[in-house]
Antibody, heavy 117, light 107 residues
Framework: QVQLVESGGGVVQPGGSLSLSCAAS????????MHWVRQAPGKGVEWVTF????????SYADSVKGRFTVSRDNSQNTLFLQMNSLRPDDTAVYYC??????????WGQGTLVTVSS | EIVLTQSPATLSLSPGERATLSCRAS?????LAWYQQKSGQAPRLLIH???NRAAGIPARFSGSGSGTDFTLTISSLEPEDFAVYYC???????????FGQGTRLEI
């Protein structure tokens, strides 16, 4: 069955960096686009970034452009999110999500990132 | 950026009643999906392509609309349907995605 397992969340100071991973299994990871989506505590859902199946095309939300970088390792079925220059408003649960039919049919359980001094 | 506006923000209904949730886009969108989210869980895909139920979604959930106006209808509410619902759109290429702010469906 499809599984997406995020890791790497934690507490970081403003201006710091953090790297998230998402281990995928149960589907053809190397042939599909993948996304990161986040949700601040008590708030709505916000799309963060997309990466094409081969890593050749990426897109970002304006709120993270220039600070976050998405990448993938298809040999390890793993998606990454490098987050730099973190701000308190980046505090959220970060989900990786599998794209299907222009929507997200599977989500991980999420990993919490807290940006606080 | 395409903005999705959901209404109402909160909808108070009882089991057995019909729920109608609205999602309006600031410009025409080619793809629209609906999600259900319960506390402490990731969102779950209900509807893709505006009107297609995802795998395993009960027939009481239906989606309609095109262009800028979309609707999610739950024909007869079950106790497990009380949750927050989000709409989501995707532009063509490269993809940029936005979500609505959510509608809370409460008893």
């Amino acid at each position: 069955q499809v599984q997406l397992v995020e890791s790497g969340g934690g507490v970081v100071q403003p201006g710091g960096s953090l790297s998230l991973s998402c281990a995928a299994s149960g589907f053809g990871f190397s042939g599909l686009g993948m996304h990161w989506v986040r949700q601040a505590p008590g708030k709505g859902v916000e799309w963060v970034t997309f990466i094409q199946y081969d890593g050749s095309t990426k897109s970002y939300a304006d709120s993270v452009k220039g600070r976050f970088t998405v990448s993938r390792d298809n040999s390890q079925n793993t998606l990454f999110l490098q987050m730099n220059s973190l701000r308190p408003d980046d505090t959220a649960v970060y989900y990786c999500a599998k794209e299907w039919e222009n929507s997200f049919d599977f989500w991980g359980q999420g990993t919490l990132v807290t940006v606080s001094s | 950026e395409i903005v999705l506006t959901q209404s109402p923000a909160t909808l108070s209904l009882s089991p057995g009643e019909r729920a109608t949730l609205s999602c309006r886009a600031s410009q025409s969108v080619p793809y629209l999906a609906w999600y259900q989210q319960k506390s402490g869980q990731a969102p779950r895909l209900l509807i893709h392509g505006a009107s297609n139920r995802a795998a395993g979604i009960p027939a009481r959930f239906s989606g309609s609309g095109s262009g800028t106006d979309f609707t999610l209808t739950i024909s007869s509410l079950e106790p497990e349907d009380f949750a927050v619902y989000y709409c989501q759109q995707r532009t063509n290429w490269p993809p940029e995605i936005t979500f609505g702010q959510g509608t809370r469906l409460e008893i």
